[in-house]
């Protein structure tokens, strides 16, 4: 029996589903690991912080997954929180005293936290993308020495596009870097987002001894422990205190708070949630500084899941009957047998496991006996599960990114959009004898969203044009054309880099011109693609009637 919606109201106003996003080496490894830690899913972090210490501990996870039966992948790791309260309490307490005391006091319920993987750079794809439709907030994670960075940038532009409420983390911060007001103006000046600084760092970057908590003018001082291994104790001081044990450090950061102020960055929740401003924290991941801060923030500020419009633009509100959006489909995990998994975000309702439900693309029944916490560690979590939460389906072979499920009134949520591509090649079949299946697979890993495929008449069929947003979508493609079809393929760059959605009164005369070629992607899409911006603009400028609309897209 389904609950009552009390029941799914009150599961989602404890939820909180988040994106890390960052560019590789930003430290999103090693800050998963201490949300981990300080949601007392593991005791330790890794003792080395390093690649081989994680992949440690992620391997624990997986060999355990593995002997329990579920699916090996860290696609969404939940896990419950319960603010330590830390703040209001005794400040003599450190965190360790604040846990233990606090324990069986609150009667509040813990939060729930997903946190949704986004792939790292290996896999920068599409998946990326797609990963941020399933979350309510994303985390910005930047090294404080390196600020702003490409991958980042991308990210972030799709976080602007589909109105999600950013969390800047100004990460590194033991080490030296720039300094407060350089990051927040680099960010101001080249995203045009604000930030708010919840905290400001006591000590330059490089040394880190705490964190001026703006709101009450507060400090909180950390310890470190042993490798950084354990929960770094916080004291919390008063201004008197805090100016006599750091001296020119606590001024310093005090003075940064005013300015701050003075310039109207403070905090301002609903600047945040309509993507105006961006709440910052300075953290160190490896030393466990700032952790905690982030998961408060995380809690109080970001928004619990909410309803979501459908085709029509009618709301499935979270209380409604169950209904979920497929955001990403993976194959091929298991050498032994070709599974794939599909993995839902649900929208409205209670998920049990069991349940049959619809699959609004094709109208059929969808069993879903085998649905899987997918990082779970917990296997209650895998029955039930509700609005925020990520659900991954065994088998899921007619389920391709973006549909919807549904149990109840039927309901159909708007695709989630392919995004830009920005590279380009072409693939064959090695062996002509083999056109049938390479067609066949090419079909498959296009509805599975692996790559966009685009197709004209010059071209012909036997040759698609792959269009993908990473490199690394190509590779996937020819490996499993490989290892599941066995179709030896070639692949041969070409020299396109941008794409620009077009349509039938214009294409004729784009294809008159040079370095342009217009192509029909399976969706019916006409995209006109160019050698390069300058080509582009070139164009633009001769033929101003040209319909030459950008896709959703990176930042150049
Ligand atoms: P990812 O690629 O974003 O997942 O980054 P990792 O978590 O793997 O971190 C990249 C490197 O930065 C590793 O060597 C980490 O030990 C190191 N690192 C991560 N966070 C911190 C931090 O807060 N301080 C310092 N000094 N190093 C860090």
Same mark, same amino acid.
């Given at each position: ?58 391997? #624990? ?66 998946? +990326? ?189 979270? +209380? ?141 069929? *036997? ?25 030896? +393929? ?8 941008? *794409? ?22 399976? #969706? ?22 040209? +319909? ?9």
């Amino acid at each position: 029996m389904s609950s009552s919606p009390d029941t799914v109201a009150r599961e989602v106003r404890r939820r909180r589903t988040f994106a890390i996003i960052s560019h590789p080496d930003a430290g999103k490894s090693t800050m998963t690991e201490a949300l981990a830690l300080h949601a007392r899913m593991i005791s330790e972090a890794g003792a080395v912080h390093g690649k081989a210490g994680r992949k440690a501990t992620v391997s #624990d996870w997986m060999e355990m997954e593995k002997a329990r039966g579920i699916s090996v992948s860290s696609t969404a790791l939940q896990f419950n929180y319960t603010p330590t309260g830390l703040g209001n309490d005794d400040p003599d307490d450190d965190v360790e005293a604040a846990y233990a005391g606090s324990a069986g006091e609150r009667v509040d319920e813990p939060h729930v936290i997903n946190l949704v993987d986004t792939p790292g750079h290996a896999d920068f794809s599409e998946d +990326t993308y797609r990963v941020l439709t399933a979350v309510d907030a994303a985390v910005m994670l930047i090294d404080a020495a390196k600020g702003l960075e490409p991958q980042t940038l991308k990210l972030f532009q799709v976080c602007r596009h589909r109105g999600i409420p950013v969390i800047t983390v100004i990460n590194k911060w033991d080490r030296p870097g720039q300094t407060p007001l350089e990051l927040i103006d680099e960010i101001s000046e080249r995203i045009g987002l604000t930030p708010t600084p919840l905290y400001v760092p006591v000590g330059i970057a490089g040394d880190f001894r705490g964190l001026l908590d703006r709101r009450s003018g507060t400090y909180i001082k950390f310890s470190r422990t042993a490798g950084g291994a354990k929960i770094a104790p916080e004291e919390l001081l008063d201004a008197q205190r805090a100016a006599a044990t750091e001296g020119d450090a606590w001024t310093a950061a005090v003075e940064e708070s005013e300015l701050l102020s003075e310039m109207g960055q403070d905090h301002d929740q609903e600047m945040f949630l309509a993507g105006e401003t961006s709440p910052m924290i300075f953290t160190s991941a490896m030393l466990n500084f700032g952790v905690r801060q982030l998961l408060e923030a995380l809690v109080e500020l970001a928004p619990a899941p909410a309803g979501r419009a459908d085709v029509d633009g009618t709301v499935r509100e979270v +209380t409604d009957p169950f209904s979920a959006v497929v955001f990403k489909v993976q194959a091929g995990m298991d050498s032994s047998h070709r599974d794939r998994l599909a993995y839902m975000r649900i929208v409205s309702g209670e998920f049990e496991r069991g349940m049959v439900v619809t699959h609004a693309q094709t109208g059929r029944p969808f069993a879903t006996k085998y649905a899987q916490a997918v990082f779970g560690r917990d296997r209650s979590t895998v029955d039930t599960a509700y609005p925020g939460d990520v659900v991954g389906l065994v088998n899921a072979t007619a389920l391709a990114p973006g549909d919807t499920l549904y149990d109840g009134p039927r309901v159909e949520f708007p695709p989630i959009g392919s995004f830009a591509p920005e590279h380009f090649a072409t693939l064959r079949a090695r062996s002509a004898g083999k056109y049938k299946q390479f067609r066949k697979a090419m079909d498959q890993l296009e509805s599975e969203g692996v790559v966009q495929v685009l197709r004209n008449n010059t071209r012909g069929d *036997a040759s698609p044009v792959l269009a993908a947003v990473g490199p690394m979508q190509f590779e996937v493609v020819t490996a499993r054309m490989l290892a599941e079809f066995t179709v030896e +393929t070639d692949l041969e760059p070409l020299g396109y880099s941008l *794409a620009r959605r077009t349509d039938d009164t214009s294409s004729p005369e784009l294809d008159r011109q040079r370095g342009v070629e217009v192509f029909t992607r399976t #969706d019916g899409a006409l995209l006109a693609l160019f050698s390069d911006k300058w080509r582009l603009q070139f164009i633009e400028k001769e033929h101003p009637d040209l +319909t030459l609309e950008p896709l959703v897209a990176a930042a150049d």
